[in-house]
């Protein structure tokens, strides 16, 4: 049974499982260790966030054009 077009466009948007959980496992860290450090990562986004009093506001780089 052939796949659908649908089906193969929508795997090749995503990237393959091992490679999905990116940099942080490159270092020779364990998968556990890189998801600490995740989380780490984002609560310090949280604690700066209920510091200030701000809301998170994404950055869309300049060089990257926006689909329509």
């Keep these: 049974m052939r796949?659908?077009?649908?089906?193969?466009?929508?795997?090749?948007?995503?990237?393959?499982?091992?490679?999905?959980?990116?940099?942080?496992?490159?270092?020779g860290k364990t998968h556990t260790q890189a998801l600490l450090r995740l989380a780490r990562?984002?609560?310090?986004?949280?604690?700066?966030?209920?510091?200030?009093g701000t809301f998170y506001e994404p950055r869309i780089p300049e060089d990257v054009e926006l689909a329509a």
Excluded: E, H, N
């Excluded at 948007?13 to 942080?24: F, L, N, T, V």
């Design 41 to 52: 990562q984002r609560i310090g986004v949280l604690f700066a966030m209920l510091r200030d």
């Design 3 to 27: 796949p659908r077009l649908s089906q193969t466009i929508a795997g090749l948007a995503r990237p393959p499982r091992c490679c999905a959980s990116g940099p942080p496992t490159g270092g």
